[in-house]
């Protein structure tokens, strides 16, 4: 289907905020609006143009705020609605923009709704969720909650156990079990009307648009995301006649899927079939300087998605996120920067997470908090400087939301911003050249021209109209070879020293990476 476009996509670089971990300007040891909006010209400095916050709706927190209480309201804990209409006001002012978390497919057990929805006599809340007709039918390939109320059925749940999933109906129900809905009807659809009218308050509040969690599994026993495709499209109707700047991110996982959908990009996830974190997550890295790492299979499925999407090139690979260990935790010193020459050169829009710009550690032995469980540690409190908890809050050590990294070296914003050869300031020099060259940006077309099984360096070439860059990286701590038919003319960047042409062929210094036109 057609989907109008944000212009600002085009070149937007996303900086993701873990709201609870990133400045506390109260003391109360947990992150607020004010704290982000006081930090704004910190992540522009660094060239980021657009923000994704993480939920910060109202929620017990049972899960980090993807368990939602109220879809109007901000959590208390990071401050009021006006509060969050302020940081759109502040982000605009900067020219930036700014991505709310959606959550559509399950919320709190405490929400209004779904308490409404236990109760044994029929209300206008009765068919939000998924219920059995019978407390001993449990819902097929779905976990469920049953026991805890008057009305006789059990209720899907999408993944905590306190996590009722929302009814958007079957896409082929069986008959012989009544309590599954179609996607037409009444229950269904009132879920879906009361996913616009959250959509609704928010961007007409100021937003910009939505990154949305899990998108892909709303509609339930979904052939081929047919239905679930179905349903996004009615949602992009509604975007293109009220709201056509509005930018909306899946978490997907199956850009071919989500652009048919209506979204303008889609997430490459660290689960499923991608080979993401063949790059960054198990026991080879690619990024690793071991040099031990296969980056074949993840080009295989990017160049399978590549050709469903249309070659639109609007497939973001971030730095990590709140759900995966921080970089740092298995890619270390320069192959960092290495890694963010990579990340920096892709198409689709890039998402850095908070501190991985300086390279945070993954905080190793947390007791879990919020339903982080092994993401906890990914989730410390940003490293701001040398002061009393790092610059994150005036509170005493023991109220802080999670213990923070408590080594003597640990990085801070403060000491790399200061350091011209931090990695920091390297991810500054890199988003400055993506943003001066527009093959390197979102739109601009990708052509792999080296990407053998177990072998390095990897090579692609990036274009827009006559403009040609070929990337080179090699994360090993080898020189290495490889053919090549493209002679590069003149450097863009270069880390790690230059490579040189000869006869067909480039040699690549060890732990280096360079952008050349070509």
Not at 55 to 77: L, M, N, T
Not at 165 to 180: C, H, I, M, R, T
Not at 259 to 274: I, K, N
Not at 427 to 432: A, K, Q, T, Y
Request: a negative charge; charged letters at 25%.
């Amino acid at each position: 289907m057609s989907t109008k476009r944000p212009e600002w996509l085009d070149n937007a670089i996303f900086y993701e905020i873990y709201p609870q971990s990133f400045n506390d300007t109260n003391g109360d040891g947990i992150g607020d609006f004010n704290g982000i909006t006081e930090k704004l010209d910190y992540i522009q400095s660094l060239g980021c143009n657009a923000l994704w916050l993480n939920p910060c709706f109202e929620s017990p927190f049972g899960d980090a705020g993807y368990d939602v209480s109220d879809y109007y309201q901000a959590a208390p804990r990071y401050g009021t609605n006006e509060d969050l209409k302020h940081l759109f006001d502040e982000v605009h002012k900067r020219g930036m923009h700014i991505l709310l978390d959606l959550v559509p497919g399950h919320t709190s057990v405490r929400h209004k709704w779904f308490k409404e929805s236990m109760k044994a006599e029929r209300n206008e809340y009765t068919d939000r969720y998924v219920w059995t007709n019978s407390i001993w039918e449990e819902p097929q390939g779905m976990g469920c909650i049953r026991g805890i109320s008057d009305r006789d059925g059990s209720c899907a749940v999408n993944f905590f156990s306190h996590q009722p999933a929302l009814n958007y109906g079957f896409y082929k129900p069986d008959p012989e079990k009544p309590w599954q809905q179609s996607m037409d009807d009444d229950g269904p659809r009132a879920t879906l009307e009361e996913l616009k009218n959250i959509m609704r308050f928010w961007l007409t509040l100021g937003c910009d648009g939505f990154r949305v969690d899990m998108a892909g599994s709303l509609v339930k026993h979904d052939e081929d995301g047919k239905g679930t495709i179905r349903l996004w499209q009615d949602v992009r109707g509604f975007l293109d006649r009220e709201f056509p700047c509005a930018a909306m991110v899946s978490e997907w996982g199956e850009p071919d899927k989500s652009l048919q959908g209506g979204f303008h990009m889609d997430f490459l996830l660290h689960f499923g079939p991608s080979h993401y974190n063949d790059l960054f997550r198990c026991e080879e890295p690619y990024f690793s300087s071991r040099g031990k790492g296969d980056i074949s299979e993840f080009v295989a499925k990017y160049k399978e998605n590549y050709e469903k999407s249309e070659k639109k090139g609007l497939i973001c690979i971030p730095s990590g996120n709140h759900d995966m260990d921080r970089l740092a935790r298995s890619i270390h010193g320069d192959n960092l920067k290495i890694a963010f020459a990579f990340l920096l050169s892709m198409p689709g829009a890039p998402f850095i997470y908070y501190g991985d710009e300086i390279g945070m550690r993954y905080v190793e032995g947390l007791t879990s908090v919020e339903g982080g469980y092994g993401r906890t540690g990914s989730r410390s409190p940003m490293q701001w400087d040398s002061g009393l908890n790092a610059g994150f809050s005036s509170a005493p050590k023991e109220k802080l939301y999670i213990r923070q990294d408590e080594s003597p070296d640990r990085p801070t914003a403060a000491a790399q911003m200061a350091d011209d050869s931090s990695l920091f300031n390297e991810i500054r020099r890199l988003i400055g050249i993506r943003q001066s060259n527009k093959a390197l940006q979102s739109l601009g077309e990708i052509e792999f021209v080296y990407a053998e099984k177990d072998a390095y360096p990897f090579a692609y070439i990036r274009s827009s109209d006559e403009e040609r860059i070929l990337v080179i990286i090699n994360p090993s701590d080898r020189e290495v070879q490889f053919p090549c038919g493209y002679t590069p003319k003149e450097t863009l960047y270069s880390f790690g020293g230059a490579v040189t042409a000869d006869g067909g062929s480039i040699t690549v210094p060890a732990q280096s990476a360079g952008y050349y036109r070509i």
